[in-house]
């Protein structure tokens, strides 16, 4: 598998299916797009995530005129009930609806993956389906080193639009300044104690760009 970031802004996810791994599901997935989740019974922790819910109980052959009945671009479909014979009746009408399908009871043709975030960076972790535990226990790892890392994405994002106004270097000297950045002992440092001016100081003379002009 490969991974793929992708916006979900406007887009329409549907989850069936109101137990715990649903729940887990729909708070994720609305960070960003639009999602609907319909099942007989919702798990407690439903009411503080912003979805439209349809209380139904769903037969397998009813999974296409459920879709139909979606407004926006659907995109994703979650079949995440504890019931085998309506997730395949889901799955296979959410692939003739023309979207990715999402398996919880199997590694479907795609997963969602563990995410760690700290402001722009997210790390996402897959095991391929082996050990979701194992993606759990590396993203909690992770967390801590992001964070740590995350004023250094600033720095570079700041580096990267100075460096551009810089017309007289190539690609090449940019690409070297910024490695230069990124090595330095002091720049990480000074990031690390929170001196944020005193590590943009720092890498502008490890870069190599006068911070006058
Ligand atoms: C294939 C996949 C499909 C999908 O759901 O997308 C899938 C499938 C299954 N998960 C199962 C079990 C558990 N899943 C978790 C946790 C997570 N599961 C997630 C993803 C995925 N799970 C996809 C693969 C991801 C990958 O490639 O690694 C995470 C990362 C993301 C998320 O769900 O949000 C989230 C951690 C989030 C976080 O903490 O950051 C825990 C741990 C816990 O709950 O504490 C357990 C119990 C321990 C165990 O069994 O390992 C079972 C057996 C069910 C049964 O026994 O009946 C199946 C079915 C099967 O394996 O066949
Ligand atoms: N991907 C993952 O991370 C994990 C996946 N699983 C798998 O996910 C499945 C669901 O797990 P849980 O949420 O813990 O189960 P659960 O039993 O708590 O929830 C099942 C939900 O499906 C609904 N449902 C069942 N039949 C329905 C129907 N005909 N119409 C409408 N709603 C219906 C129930 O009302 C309930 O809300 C498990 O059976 C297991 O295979 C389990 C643990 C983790």
Redesign the pocket.
Known sequence: MLPLFHDFEGKTVVIVGGGRVAL??AR?YTIEADVTVVADAFADGFDEVDCERRRRRLEPDEADELLASVEGDLFLVIPATDDRTLNDAIARAGREAGALV??????GDT?????AESGTLTVAI????E???V??HL?REIEPLLERTEPMGRLQADLREQLAEESDLSADQRRQALRRVIDDDGVWRALEDGRYEDARDRALEVAGIDPSE
Do not use: H, L
């Not at 999402?102 to 590694?107: F, K, L, P, Y």
């Not at 997963?111 to 995410?115: K, M």
């Not at 897959?126 to 389906?129: A, E, I, M, N, V």
């Open positions: 887990r599901k994720t999402n398996r919880v009871d199997e590694r997963v969602t993956p563990a995410r897959s095991t391929g389906g050990s979701p535990a993606a759990r993203r």
